[in-house]
């Protein structure tokens, strides 16, 4: 699975950004995430989404604010990122994971893409 993520930017807080995540090679996954990783910080969880999008993950910090979606005719997966904080700034990584649990945790994932920049003016 090779995965591109691509959408990222500079935004003003309180504004919105669409993320996009989309696979070539081998497509399938049993979930899809994405991670962010600010200066100095751990890579932490976002959302997930299963293969057929009928089931969805989010973390805490975003839940409300983040919306994941996926077109599987298009081989893309969609972060869509409302009412954004300059602590949102980061670099945002999509990711595929084989396994049927622990999508939360970073170490599910095999493959990861290259990750866009989002940055969140104040």
């Known amino acids: 699975v090779q995965l591109q993520a691509s959408g990222g930017g500079l935004v003003q807080a309180g504004g919105s950004l669409r993320l996009s995540c989309t696979a070539s090679g081998r497509t399938f996954s049993r979930y899809t995430g994405w991670f962010r990783q600010a200066p100095g910080k751990e890579r932490e969880f976002l959302a997930a989404?299963?293969?057929?999008?009928?089931?969805?993950y989010y973390a805490d910090s975003v839940k409300g604010r983040f919306n994941i979606s996926k077109d599987n005719a298009k081989n893309t997966v969609y972060l869509q990122m409302n009412s954004l904080k300059p602590e949102d700034t980061a670099v945002y990584y999509c990711a595929a994971s084989m396994l049927q649990y622990g999508v939360f945790l970073r170490t599910s994932y095999d493959y990861w893409g290259q990750g866009t920049l989002v940055t969140v003016s104040s």
């Open positions: 989404i299963g293969w057929s999008g009928d089931r969805t």
